[in-house]
């Protein structure tokens, strides 16, 4: 028994908004974040709005359906787009973002100075939150040049969605917090009144980090703090003005999930996550959801039939007929555990008659030919398969339940699992029209 079904996910009416400036794909790793913005940002294009999708992604899928060889940090066109609007599609560049955020905040001379610190360079490559707080700062920029009416966002691939709200506070927090503040003391004092209040105020942490990491790490630590220095400030501000951008009225977020215990988890945290944060939330697309055209027939029906049909198979014969017990007359050969049988001579009328043998002949031995399954033996196994596929719907459906008692409120979207990946524009309208219809399958 289920329970009731929860509202459908009316996406064109929030395609169509001209309210809506900003939708966020979210949602564990695997469920097919990438494949949705695609297919939405396509589907908004050719409902007339001008688009960008940002995605994340490192495979680089998202350029491959869209006919593009390449994606990179800047927005390029879409070609065979119908109707009268246009898609644009890019893919996040962290490092050249955060270089981006240097040459417009720093003079020339500073920014090389910064560009060129190895640990400047470490961080901007790698840095624990960079590539999610990069995404924010990205998003940031495009809504700022108000070239485009909807920008449609694929989060990066997390190992949990929350760190994709959790990196611009994270981030800000660092670049910003007590630590940044005591390195960048030294260089606010300045001279050997700056090395000295170092050596009183940091001894015993620049000796415990020096060890851990090295002198030369944390000279080209304390070089880039003093180089960042009036900067710090203005990662805070980005960082607070992109949440804001997050809770404002024209940003809708999808959650993305696929019918399994773990995604749909993942999903229940998100969606209570953003209602705590106040984060404008659309509803769930819930993807990969399995079907049958033959729902009303249950596993255990049809099981119960292959059984049956099962018994009514006749045994499998070697044709031979009843082999008797000859070892007494040498007839049955046993070597090996394989038994050999053997045609004894014919009797003959008179026991004074010499046995003649059997004259050789050139005829050739032809194999048998082979047999076709029974149609009985197809059947039962096509039963079985579908009392697979039965049992496979009962478990997604009892994992969409657990999540809508837990959230009825949550509008649904669900797109039918397809028998292969997306690799065009077409494939991407496809799971367009799935989203729009919200269609449950079986």
């Excluded at 773990?262 to 990969?288: I, K």
Aim: hydrophobic share 40%; charged share 25%; aromatic share 4%.
């Amino acid at each position: 028994m289920t329970l009731d079904v929860p509202p459908t996910l009316a996406v064109d009416p929030l395609l169509d908004d001209p309210r809506t400036r900003i939708i966020v794909c979210c949602g564990a790793g695997g469920v097919g974040k990438t494949t949705t913005a695609a297919a939405l940002g396509v589907r908004a294009a050719e409902r007339g709005r001008k688009v960008v999708v940002l995605t994340i992604d490192p495979a680089r899928r998202l350029a491959q359906s869209m006919g593009i060889d390449s994606l990179d940090n800047t927005p390029r066109r879409v070609k065979d787009i119908e109707g009268e609007g246009e898609l644009h599609a890019m893919m996040l560049d962290m490092k050249r973002t955060f270089d981006e955020i240097v040459e417009a905040h720093a003079d020339a001379e500073r920014a090389r100075a910064i560009l060129e610190n190895p640990f400047y360079q470490s961080l901007s490559a790698g840095f624990a939150g960079t590539q999610e707080y990069m995404a924010m700062e990205k998003l940031g920029q495009l809504r700022a040049r108000d070239e485009w009416d909807l920008i449609v966002v694929d989060t990066p691939p997390s190992r949990s969605a929350l760190d994709f709200l959790d990196a611009p506070s994270r981030l800000g927090s660092f670049l910003d917090g007590k630590f940044i503040r005591v390195l960048m003391a030294p260089a606010k004092v300045g001279g050997r009144a700056g090395m000295k209040f170092l050596n009183v105020g940091m001894s015993m942490m620049t000796g415990t980090l020096g060890k851990l990491l090295g002198g030369p790490f944390l000279k080209d630590v304390q070089t880039f703090v003093a180089a960042m220095d009036t900067m710090f400030g203005g990662f805070r501000t980005r960082a607070d003005a992109t949440y804001r951008l997050l809770q404002a009225p024209g940003t809708a977020f999808l959650v993305v999930a696929a019918p399994e215990r773990d995604a749909l988890r993942e999903a229940a945290y998100f969606v209570e996550r953003l209602a705590a944060d106040r984060m404008p939330l659309a509803g769930l697309v819930l993807n990969r959801v399995h079907g049958s055209g033959a729902a009303r027939l249950s596993a255990e029906r049809a099981l119960a039939a292959a059984e049956a049909l099962g018994a009514e198979l006749p045994v499998e014969s070697d044709d031979l007929g009843p082999v008797e017990n000859h070892e007494a007359d040498g007839i049955v050969d046993q070597e090996g555990g394989k038994e050999e049988v053997r045609t004894p001579p014919e009797p003959h009328d008179s026991p004074e008659t010499p046995a003649t043998e059997a004259p050789v002949t050139d005829t050739p031995v032809t194999e048998s030919p082979v047999t076709e399954t029974p149609v009985t033996e197809l059947t039962a196994g096509l039963l079985r398969l579908h009392a697979e596929r039965m049992r496979l719907l009962s478990r997604e459906q009892r994992t969409r339940d657990r999540f809508t008692a837990l959230h009825p409120e949550v509008a649904v979207a669900e797109v039918a699992a397809l028998p292969g990946d997306v690799h065009d524009l077409a494939g991407l309208r496809d799971i367009g029209d799935r989203l729009a219809s919200g269609g449950r399958p079986g």
